[in-house]
């Protein structure tokens, strides 16, 4: 079974592909399997002091997803990800339809690094 976990200011497929990761208002986890989602909400993390990207990743790693897909991640969120053996690819789709698209037709390379220094917003 692979889960895809998306960041998206809403709650649907046609929903935007939101840039940030820690602080994303939503995470949409998509089943590969059964073409079904559920939507997370990320609130309390998006107004966080700090820590927002560890939270979000520890959320992540706990909704089963193995790949993540986002517009930006920052270095402590990366590597609680990485540890948790989840693939983070970053990409800037308008929608997080059009990003699963990128992400099925092979189009979305793996991340090797945080691509934003930390308390990006």
Request: proline share 2%.
């Amino acid at each position: 079974m692979l889960k895809i976990a998306f960041t998206t200011q809403g709650q649907t497929l046609e929903a935007a592909l939101d840039s940030r990761f820690g602080r994303a208002p939503n995470f949409i986890i998509y089943d590969l399997d059964s073409n079904t989602f559920k939507v997370i909400d990320n609130r309390d993390n998006l107004n966080a002091a700090q820590g927002a990207g560890v939270q979000s990743a520890e959320t992540i790693a706990k909704s089963g997803a193995t790949v993540l897909v986002t517009g930006h991640c920052g270095p402590n969120a990366y590597r609680v990800l990485q540890s948790a053996g989840i693939k983070i690819y970053n990409c800037d789709a308008p929608t997080v339809k059009a990003a699963l698209e990128l992400y099925r037709t092979g189009k979305l390379a793996e991340s090797s690094a945080a691509d934003v220094t930390g308390h990006w917003k």
